[in-house]
């Protein structure tokens, strides 16, 4: 990774006014209400379903060479995401992100202009690849999302997710090159 990048991309403009930009701390409470009931319906994040709002915090934002951003729209977060480093170590040049999108906005192309975002931002901060470890099946258009961003399955790993109304599912892991 470049000593200098910091992965704070620059913002970029998407069709409505939509800015998606790194997050500050003003940005939060916008983003707890997406990250909250996502969190709590236990459906598409293995994330513990009783995670408080500090421990969501502290886990989002992120250290460079990784970062927390959010899509804005009049002052008001539509959507969020996070990039790190998927490993430390030998591991560290392959990045991995996660997106969140309000339910109003869900369907509108919000998670991949979150993810092109976290693809560049990634690349400018030196990192080779970006990987996702744990796709939910079930999330079939999240998983539609990422082959349209150029992502691969890797694998599905079985019965690897405890949904809580369709019981066990797979997780997929997903890859590509930057």
Request: proline residues 4%; glycine residues 12%; hydrophobic residues 45%.
């Amino acid at each position: 990774m470049s000593a200098t990048a910091d992965a704070t991309a620059e913002s970029s403009r998407h069709p409505g006014g939509i800015e998606i930009r790194p997050a500050t701390a003003a940005d939060w409470p916008g983003m707890w209400a997406i990250l909250e009931p996502v969190i709590r319906a236990g459906e598409t994040f293995t994330w513990d379903r009783g995670t408080t709002e500090d421990e969501a915090r502290a886990r989002w934002f992120k250290d460079a060479p990784g970062q927390a951003f959010v899509a804005v729209q009049d002052g008001s977060v539509l959507g969020t995401g996070e990039l790190h480093a998927n490993q430390g170590g030998g591991g560290s040049h392959v990045a991995n992100a996660g997106y969140m999108v309000h339910p109003d906005h869900a369907g509108k192309g919000l998670a991949r202009a979150l993810c092109a975002y976290s693809l560049d931002a990634a690349r400018a901060a030196g990192f080779r690849a970006m990987q996702f470890n744990a796709v939910v099946e079930s999330n079939v258009r999240a998983v539609a999302a990422w082959q349209a961003m150029g992502f691969d399955v890797l694998a599905t790993i079985p019965d690897a997710f405890n949904h809580p109304t369709l019981g066990y599912v797979g997780l997929k892991v997903m890859y590509r090159k930057l």
